[in-house]
């Protein structure tokens, strides 16, 4: 579970009965965060030592996901140095007040003393930028649902952050041949993400699919008939499916991974390509990226660990419409049922790639709604994150001979020039779809990570991205220097 500290800052230049008082305030300022995770006030800090060990503390705790500060008092930022360089965790600097005004009568210089954020907050402010820390700042009154809001989207980063530096990835194959963008660097992004992605062989998933019994099979395919509609004569194919799901989960279970990869183009031994085990393995919070897309895989797996409950899925861009300004995205298969509008309906049909038996797999159309598409790239010498905002609707047709999950939608900041920004940035056509992720949380990641971050939204114009990309490469290879 992801807790994360409130430390306050002060000295000991006030006497013992103000700190008594910044102390009962701090604890009713976090006793009035309502956030998505726990917030614990720790300490108000006086002297160099005393951050120099909350410091070591929040590092070696597991559960301690970031910690939040606020200088309720004046705290000088010389003493907050040592332990500062010292963080590993990510951090959030809260620019509040106790009061939300000034009192006309009750100010006197001991009240000026006591709440003196503005002027506190300012040196430590002061000290986050000399220091160049990846720091999150939030700014305005603490009972203000915007302000706890923007501290709420920097938790979500923070759950990502502490779930990626522990992620594992099982690669069931190697990646599709020939494909470029679903290579990359897998020792650059265990450095900078913490993953560890690792390849395991067909033929021992195979092997673990050959001793799965008829009892677990049955188990399965009674929460599918709970999840998703389906006819009974497609039972053969769907307890291949629930077979092979059981098999790939084992592996995970064993291995402690929480994403994996493979390819159409290595399943021997296997009669189907696995569609419905796959995307019932993401609807339960496992990550997901087809023909050995780990990228993908990984990014979707941190997304499902941000929002549990919410909507997140490995998605491929396919066709556009030109006329109607959208974009199919859908996949072979392996879309996850979190995005679906309706309830799905497991099918099996046909399919054209991988020479294989008809495999069962999900169909439905995913829902409308404010969404981004994700993706992380190598682009040679660091790690490049692309979001982009985009609105999903309804498919204005049918489509009723492309049997597979999918969806339609417009990309910001228009149709023709978000194409045109998502191609000059060199985005993938796997990407990571999310409903929840907020571009504040997206920032926050990325920030923490030290990763490059592309946003395309409403306001990019593709001459500006062309210029924001070229400064890219000027300060990443300032930073491989510098770091
Ligand atoms: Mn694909």
Redesign the pocket.
Known sequence: MAKFWFITGSQFLYGEETLKQVEADSKEIVAGLKLPFPVEYKLTVKTESEIEKIVKEANYDDECAGIITFCHTFSPSKMWINGLTLLQKPWLHLHTQFYDTIPNNAIDMDYMNLHQSAHGDREHGFIGARLRSARTVVVGYWKDPEVQAQIADWQRACVGVKFSKSLKIVRFGDN?REVAVTEGDKVEAQIKLGWQVNTWAVGDLVEEMNVVTESEIDALVAEYAKLYTFDEKDMAEIRYQAREEIAMEKILVREGAMAFSNTFQDLHGMRQLPGLATQHLMAKGYGYG??G?WKTAGMTAILKAMYPDGATSFM?DYNYDYKHELILGA??LEVCPSIAADKPRIEVHPLGIGNREDPARIVFEGKAGRAKVLSLIDIGGRLRLIAQDITAEKPFQSMPNLPVARTMWKPEPSFLDGLKCWILAGGA??TTISYDISTQTVRDFARIMGIELVVIDKDTTPVQLERDLMLGDVIYAHRSFSF
Request: aromatic residues 0%; proline residues 0%; negative net charge.
């Open positions: 599709m087809g023909e897309d491929e996949h072979m056509h796997h």
